[in-house]
T-cell receptor
Framework: KAGVTQTPRYLIKTRGQQVTLSCSPI?????VSWYQQTPGQGLQFLFE???????NKGNFPGRFSGRQFSNSRSEMNVSTLELGDSALYLC??????????????????FGPGTRLTVL | DAKTTQPNSMESNEEEPVHLPCNHS???????IHWYRQLPSQGPEYVIH???SNVNNRMASLAIAEDRKSSTLILHRATLRDAAVYYC??????????FGKGTLLTVNP
């Protein structure tokens, strides 16, 4: 079974531009979450989508947005890029959403990430 | 979100057990305890999770204190491939995983 894929793997942009990152979850997984990882702040949750609906949102400005398509693929958009947006953006998928105890609902599978550099 | 406290780094020798501690004194009754690890240049990887009882899987064991204010991830026989940053995370009713700084585990041959 193929893992979570993210494209592109590396990206260089300049301040003020916008960027769109793509994530394809594991086949059959319906939940996709996005995280930002920086050396200073560590891993921070951006948002989670399930069945094309945003279910949870982290504490990021409105410049960060996302969406999910009917095939569960997700995109993340950052507008008006700032130097501080340089980071590794990670996508994670899981089978379903909910509060059931089992591993089925709780295990997230992460992709390799997209390394974004803002100059 | 309830916070977790972990040592910044730990060191172990290959083939020896490793006990990675995590304090979560403000845990609520519905918070699950999750452990993920991140190998160099990779995304995080699920290790184990639990609620109240101790848990075992092929990767590790999770020992949860009776008052749930702390937990310990146990790697029974560390290998060089276990060198990674280990994150202890509390997950509430939503699925927002709040990662802390984690513990950098170094495994010596």
């Amino acid at each position: 079974k193929a893992g979570v894929t993210q494209t592109p793997r590396y990206l260089i942009k300049t301040r003020g531009q916008q960027v769109t990152l793509s994530c394809s979850p594991i086949s059959g997984h319906r939940s996709v979450s996005w995280y930002q990882q920086t050396p200073g702040q560590g891993l921070q949750f951006l948002f989670e989508y399930f069945s094309e609906t945003q279910r949870n949102k982290g504490n990021f400005p409105g410049r960060f947005s996302g969406r999910q398509f009917s095939n569960s693929r997700s995109e993340m958009n950052v507008s008006t890029l700032e130097l501080g947006d340089s980071a590794l953006y990670l996508c994670a998928s899981r089978l379903a959403t909910g509060t059931s105890y089992g591993r089925l609902y709780n295990e997230q599978f992460f992709g390799p990430g997209t390394r974004l550099t803002v100059l | 979100d309830a916070k977790t406290t972990q040592p910044n780094s730990m060191e172990s020798n290959e083939e020896e057990p490793v006990h990675l501690p995590c304090n979560h004194s403000t845990i609520s009754g519905t918070d699950y305890i999750h452990w993920y690890r991140q190998l160099p240049s990779q995304g995080p990887e699920y290790v184990i999770h639990g609620l109240t009882s101790n848990v075992n899987n092929r990767m590790a064991s999770l020992a949860i204190a009776e008052d749930r204010k702390s937990s310990t991830l146990i790697l029974h026989r560390a290998t060089l491939r276990d060198a990674a940053v280990y994150y202890c995370i509390l997950k509430g009713s939503n699925y927002k995983l709040t990662f802390g700084k984690g513990t950098l585990l170094t495994v010596n041959p």
